[in-house]
C-alpha cells in the first residue's frame, strides 16, 4: 500500500497533516488508503473532517483520491486495488496496459479467493498466486510479465496474444522460461492451450540446427515434389546453407544462437546483397518456418525463375 512515516497524532499542524497527505498521494497517483492516513497518524475524526471539507474525496469504501477527482486510469486502477485490499493487484488486461504489451483497457484485478467482489471492478480470484508473479510498476502492484501472459491467454484470441508477445520482444521483457514456470504454477487454467501455441514459435531450436534442418528441409521437398537442392554449397565467394543453382535461389537458416548478434546481422545482409549483384535471390528461414506453407512459397519462387 506504500510506505509512509508514522506520525504521533497532534503533533502536526493541519497544514502539516495535509502536506504529508499530499506527499504521499504525490507517490502513487493521488490516491490514498485509509490504513494509510492511519499509519500517516490521521485520527478518524481529522479523516472524517477532510471528508466533509472535500480534501479527501472518497472513490470506494476506505479509499480517497486527494484534492480532486479528476484521475488517471492508472490513479482508478491503483484506487480499485487499495479497494479490494491487501495482496490485490492489478491483472489480465489492466496488467497488459502497465507493462506496456496491449493497450490501456478495463480495470481488472486479482485477489486472495477468500477476498470479496467490489462493484465496478473486474476482479479474478486466484488460490494462488506465488512471489514471482508479483511485481511493482509505477507504484502499482501488478502481476509479472510472466504470469500476466497466462492471464491474457484467457482473455484475448490467439492474434492478439501473439502481437502481446511480440511487443514483449520489443521491450526485452520477454522470458520464455519465466512464462512457463508461470504456466506450471496453475495448471488447468482456461487459454493455457492458446498461449502454449503462440509459444511454440519462441521455443530454442535444436542441437545441431543447421543439420537438422537441411533434413526436414530435403523432407520437406520430397513430400511437396519440389526439386532438391544443393547443401553448403559456395556461391559467389560465399557459403550458402541451401542452394537451386538453376533457379539461382538461396536459402539461410536462421537461428537465434548464431545470427541474434550485431555482427552477424550485419554480416548476413552484406552477404545478400553481395549474392543479389550475382542475380542470387536470399530467403531467410526459421526452424519453424520448416513447412507446408513455406514450400507452396518455394514453388512459386522456383516457377519463375
Known amino acids: 500500500m506504500g510506505a509512509s512515516n508514522r506520525k504521533v497524532p497532534g503533533q502536526l499542524h493541519p ?20 490504513g494509510q492516513l492511519r499509519e500517516l497518524g490521521l485520527t478518524r475524526h481529522q479523516i472524517e473532517g477532510r471528508v466533509a471539507a472535500r480534501r ?18 492508472r490513479a482508478r486502477l491503483l484506487a480499485a486495488i487499495y479497494a479490494c485490499g491487501p495482496g490485490a493487484l492489478a491483472s489480465h488486461r489492466a496488467a497488459g496496459a502497465i507493462h506496456g504489451l496491449i493497450g490501456f483497457s478495463r480495470i481488472e484485478v486479482t485477489v486472495a479467493h477468500n477476498a470479496r467482489a467490489r462493484r465496478g471492478i473486474a476482479v479474478h480470484r486466484s488460490r494462488h498466486i506465488a512471489a514471482e508473479d508479483r511485481t511493482v510498476v509505477d507504484a ?10 497466462v492471464d491474457l491467454a484467457e482473455a484475448l484470441n490467439e492474434r492478439q496474444l501473439t502481437r502481446a508477445v511480440r511487443q514483449a520482444e520489443l521491450l ?3 522470458d520464455l522460461r519465466a512464462i512457463e514456470a508461470a504456466l506450471a504454477r496453475v495448471p ?8 502454449k501455441r503462440v509459444l511454440v514459435a519462441y521455443q530454442p531450436e535444436p ?22 537442392p544443393q547443401f553448403n554449397v ?7 546453407d541451401v542452394y537451386w543453382p538453376d533457379a539461382k535461389l538461396a ?13 552477424a546481422f550485419h554480416q548476413d545482409r552484406r552477404r545478400d546483397r553481395a549474392l543479389a549483384v550475382e542475380g542470387v535471390q536470399t530467403l531467410r528461414v526459421t526452424w519453424p518456418d520448416l513447412a507446408g506453407p513455406l514450400a507452396r512459397q518455394l514453388r512459386a519462387i522456383l516457377s519463375q525463375r
Open 15 to 34: 497544514r502539516s497533516w495535509d502536506d504529508a497527505i499530499g506527499e504521499l498521494a504525490g507517490r502513487q497517483h493521488g490516491v490514498v488508503s485509509l
Open 56 to 73: 479527501l474525496r472518497p472513490l470506494y469504501r476506505g479509499v480517497y483520491a486527494v484534492g480532486h477527482e479528476a484521475l488517471t486510469w
Open 140 to 149: 502499482i502492484p501488478t502481476t509479472s510479465v510472466a504470469r500476466t501472459f
Open 172 to 174: 526485452k521483457v520477454f
Open 188 to 195: 488447468g487454467r482456461k487459454g493455457r492451450h492458446r498461449l
Open 207 to 228: 542441437h545441431l540446427l543447421r543439420s537438422r534442418a537441411e533434413q526436414k528441409l530435403k523432407r520437406l521437398c520430397e513430400r511437396h515434389h519440389l526439386p532438391q
Open 234 to 240: 559456395e556461391v559467389a565467394g560465399y557459403e550458402v
Open 251 to 263: 536459402l539461410e537458416f536462421d537461428g537465434a544462437e548464431t545470427h541474434y548478434t550485431r555482427h
